[in-house]
């Protein structure tokens, strides 16, 4: 008989899963500390606090604060991977794409009954440093590779160029879900799952509506002074998260000190709070602008996402994503929620006038607005992929994905050829 803790023996089994255990709490702990105060926020004291250890006791885990984010976002990838696995059982695109949605409801399900904790947000990933960051952004590439191989293989550019796009917005919807689901009872899900996939499935445009978008004419905003530094602080802290876009940086970019920063803002979290204003402002002057040119909502509509994506791909004008919230205090985070909320519900009324006046398909106008908001805040990321093509045709096809629905090949040929 073997002594409890010889290799082999029943100790060392339980040793093992004992010490797996700890491990999968560690990483749930980081998890949660990533989604509230990013990756560089997260710190060793905050983990050991949300497990009951001393921050030593982290240490013997993980040694560095680099290692834990990074086991957190590898154990985000693996799961999404599995997901995705577990999709491309079914065999058609939509049945995919619908079994992909479930099992993403289903675990945001478990974590509200508090069976499961939530993984962590990705969204820090480029502000690892290397090489944890390449070992990342190759495990992000093939996440990203098998959701657009929900759709199945491709035969031409213009297919594959469209079911990036899908995949895309598919992931970012499903990545906004937990922002927005919680204002939902349980016994709800099911129902909003439904209007989520309906979306999914058929699109915003009714019967014969057409992507024929007129344009908007937004105020353009000074390419010097303050203007200039919340231009160069949005494309930064989108790519390199909150922590990662350092005053020093951001003064870097555009060639000036840290001093003429502080000239124009008193600090980081301000610069984040006026580069928010902007981009809200910027939404909502695009939504009264379509109100004050008319036409129907679905004409609207267009005008306000291809305005909104032209912003986007642009080199120099992007909105700051959501995932900066993260950095911001609490409070401070509630009244940019409250004010994204608002724009949300002013889409929500335009679809629920269109489906009024017969050009908008009979959907949830709260859900499509939800759908609507990480559709054009995630357009972002996309800008090496529309940049790779006509701007007109890059718009059009990202904009389809939500205008007439993930399924329909045909918007390659009767709209954007």
């Not at 560095?64 to 991977?81: G, N, S, V, W």
């Not at 010097?224 to 909150?242: P, Q, V």
């Amino acid at each position: 008989m073997q002594a409890r803790g010889e290799p082999g023996g029943d100790g060392e089994e339980i040793g093992t899963r004992r010490f797996r255990a700890k491990r999968e709490a560690i990483l749930a702990a980081a998890a949660d500390a990533i989604n509230e105060q990013s990756a560089k926020g997260m710190t060793f004291a905050d983990v050991a606090r949300r497990v009951g250890l001393n921050t030593t006791s982290v240490t013997y885990y993980f040694k560095r604060k680099e290692d834990l984010a990074a086991a957190a976002f590898e154990h985000t990838l693996d799961y999404l991977l599995v997901m995705l696995d577990t999709a491309m059982e079914a065999d058609t695109p939509e049945a995919r794409v619908e079994r992909y949605l479930a099992l993403n409801m289903a675990r945001l399900a478990r974590v509200q009954r508090g069976e499961e904790r939530q993984i962590a947000g990705l969204s820090d990933l480029r502000a690892m440093e290397d090489p944890v960051r390449g070992r990342l952004m190759a495990g992000w590439r093939e996440v990203f590779r098998r959701a657009r191989g929900l759709w199945g293989p491709t035969t031409s550019r213009a297919q594959t160029d469209l079911n990036g796009a899908r995949a895309h917005v598919l992931m970012e919807n499903t990545f906004w879900l937990p922002v927005w689901l919680n204002r939902y009872d349980m016994d709800q899900l099911p129902r909003v799952e439904a209007r989520v996939m309906d979306v999914f499935r058929h699109g915003l445009a009714a019967g014969s509506a057409q992507w024929a978008p007129d344009p908007l004419a937004l105020p353009q905003d000074s390419v010097e002074g303050r203007d200039a530094f919340l231009h160069a602080a949005t494309r930064l802290i989108n790519e390199l998260g909150y922590r990662g876009a350092s005053v020093q940086r951001i003064a870097s970019e555009l060639n000036v000190t840290k001093g003429s920063f502080y000239h124009h803002l008193d600090a980081k979290d301000d610069l984040v709070i006026a580069c928010y204003r902007r981009s809200f402002d910027t939404i909502s002057a695009a939504q009264r602008l379509a109100d004050d040119a008319g036409g129907t909502h679905w004409e609207r509509l267009c005008a306000m996402f291809v305005t909104l994506l032209e912003v986007q791909f642009s080199q120099t004008g992007p909105l700051l994503r959501t995932t900066a919230l993260s950095g911001l205090p609490m409070s401070v985070r509630a009244t940019m929620v409250d004010r994204s909320n608002r724009i949300a519900r002013r889409f929500a009324g335009t679809i629920s006038d269109g489906i009024a006046e017969g050009t908008v398909r009979a959907v949830d106008p709260l859900v499509a607005s939800q759908l609507v908001m990480a559709f054009l805040n995630a357009a972002f990321d996309m800008r090496k992929w529309a940049w790779a093509m006509p701007r007109e045709r890059a718009v059009a096809l990202y904009a389809s994905t939500l205008a007439f629905g993930m399924f329909d090949d045909r918007v390659i040929t009767h709209q954007f050829e």
